[in-house]
């Protein structure tokens, strides 16, 4: 099906990202980058100690930054 005036970006998510938890953030950050640990929390009904695990270990790996407002794929 498609829609015209909207375009599919794809999304490849890293292999070496393997819980569930880190897909989604990366996910989500793909689509709101600058989203905070507040709106991961609330966007994916996860805690806020999920969300500060998953986005240190992300930051760890090179996959993510952390802005001024919140975070972004690096």
């Known amino acids: 099906m498609h829609h015209s005036g909207q ?11 393997e819980s569930a938890q880190a897909k989604l953030v990366y996910l989500y950050l793909s689509v709101w980058p600058d989203a905070t640990t ?6 994916l ?11 240190s ?6 996959l993510l930054e952390r ?5 972004k794929l690096a």
Do not use: N, Q, Y
Request: charged share 30%.
């Open 57 to 62: 270990t992300l930051r760890r790996r090179g």
């Open 7 to 17: 375009s599919r970006s794809t999304v490849s998510i890293p292999d070496d990202i």
């Open 67 to 71: 802005t001024d407002t919140g975070f």
């Open 38 to 43: 507040e709106d991961l929390c609330t966007a």
């Open 45 to 55: 009904d996860l805690t806020t100690r999920t969300v500060c695990l998953v986005t």
